[in-house]
Structures are given as C-alpha cells and as structure tokens.
C-alpha cells in the first residue's frame, strides 16, 4: 500500500459493536500504515456478542476499550467515520483537514429474537462492516 500514515476515527453512539468491529477491521486491512481509534458520543462498553462474532472471522476485539469521544480531543484524525446516525449528528467538531465520512449500519445490539437470531444480525452487520472496511483501504491505498 502506497499511502502514509494515517488517523482514523470511527464513531458511534456507545462504542460498543458497529465501531468496535469497524475498528477491527480497518485494522486488520491497514496493517501497520493506519493508527485507528473508536468512541462513542457515549459510553456503553463492548458488547460480548460483537467480541465473539469478530472472533469468529480471526479478529481479536477483545482487549479494546469502550471510550468518548472527548478522550481523543487532542489528536488530529485525518478521517472520522460515523457508522450511525446518531454519532454523524452527534459528532463533535473536527479541525477543516480532518475529513468526515458517514456510513450508517444497523445497529445489531437493537435486535430481538433468539440467541440464533442474534447472532445472524451481528453476522449481517459484521459482513457490511467488514467489506465496507476493506473497500476503504482500498480507496486510500489508491491516493
């Protein structure tokens, strides 16, 4: 991959699944070219079904933290990623070289249903996170 070092910030309401995973994933696709953070514009902790569902795709999730937004007020990202509506509505205001990006998923963590039926939410979202993820790797490697 061609491009420099890069910030990014992936925001949502509690930091607690859609960012988490998205934050793994751009991760796991930038390899060691992109420093990726996650917040919420609350704090709701890591959802266990988010942590297992990563796993199940070889993503470790595990030993992230759920933190705010505030937390990072004194890094300059170069893109931050709301994945909900809530947070792109929410999101405080970043400095003009900082580019925001919006993408809303579904929020599996609002699911009803069987443990069974869950879990195929989660793997819903997880595989839109997951290709979204990969696609935006790509459109950086490419600038």
């Given at each position: 991959?061609?491009?420099s ?12 699944c859609?960012?988490q995973?998205?934050?793994?994933y751009l991760?796991?696709f930038?390899?060691?070219?992109l420093?990726?953070y996650?917040a919420?514009?609350?704090i709701h902790g890591l959802?266990p079904?988010a942590?297992g569902i ?7 999730i595990?030993?992230n933290?759920?933190n705010?937004?505030?937390?990072y ?5 170069d893109?931050?990623i709301t994945?909900?509506?809530n947070a792109?509505?929410?999101c405080?205001f970043?400095p003009?070289q900082t580019?925001?990006?919006h993408?809303?998923f579904e929020d ?10 869950l879990?195929?939410?989660?793997r ?6 997951k290709?979204?993820s990969k696609?935006?790797?790509e459109?950086?490697?490419s600038?």
């Amino acid at each position: 991959m061609a491009f420099s070092m890069k910030k990014i910030l992936v925001l949502c309401t509690g930091n607690s699944c859609r960012s988490q995973m998205a934050h793994g994933y751009l991760q796991h696709f930038g390899k060691n070219k992109l420093e990726v953070y996650s917040a919420g514009v609350e704090i709701h902790g890591l959802n266990p079904f988010a942590i297992g569902i990563m796993a199940e795709d070889g993503i470790d999730i595990s030993r992230n933290t759920s933190n705010h937004v505030d937390e990072y007020s004194d890094i300059t990202f170069d893109y931050v990623i709301t994945v909900c509506d809530n947070a792109k509505e929410s999101c405080p205001f970043f400095p003009t070289q900082t580019k925001t990006i919006h993408h809303s998923f579904e929020d599996p963590s609002k699911s009803s249903g069987t443990s069974k039926e869950l879990i195929a939410e989660f793997r819903k979202v997880r595989n839109q996170i997951k290709e979204y993820s990969k696609n935006f790797i790509e459109t950086l490697s490419s600038i």
